[in-house]
């Protein structure tokens, strides 16, 4: 399972940016994430959705962040609005099914001025 995240870049305070993770599997079957890992800090988890399109968020994105997923085409995507500095951090991409996880090689975010 190959997992490429896409969509990172530099915003200003205040802005929006959408992140995609394209599958190369059909991911009808694993619940999918968003994790961020800022320096020196440990890599958390931002947000999930589940085979069933149940969705959690970190408490600091949540009423921020948005994550969906097209099962059709092998898509999730996060839409991050409101961005803070705090927000700076490689994005991760992960999939999970049974006891297996895949992780997408990140895509840097960059909120400042």
């Known amino acids: 399972v190959q997992l490429q995240a896409s969509g990172g870049g530099l915003v200003q305070p205040g802005g929006s940016l959408r992140l995609s993770c394209a599958a190369s599997v059909n991911i009808g079957t694993y619940a999918m994430h968003w994790y961020r890992q800022a320096p020196g800090k440990q890599r958390d988890m931002v947000a999930g959705v589940s085979t069933g399109g149940s969705t959690t968020y970190a408490d600091s994105v949540k009423g921020r962040f948005t994550i969906s997923r097209d099962n059709a085409k092998r898509m999730v995507t996060l839409q991050m609005n409101s961005l803070k500095p705090e927000d700076t951090a490689v994005y991760y991409c992960?999939?999970?099914?049974?006891?297996?996880?895949?992780w997408g090689q990140g895509t840097l975010v960059t909120v400042s001025s």
């Open positions: 992960h999939g999970q099914r049974y006891q297996y996880n895949y």
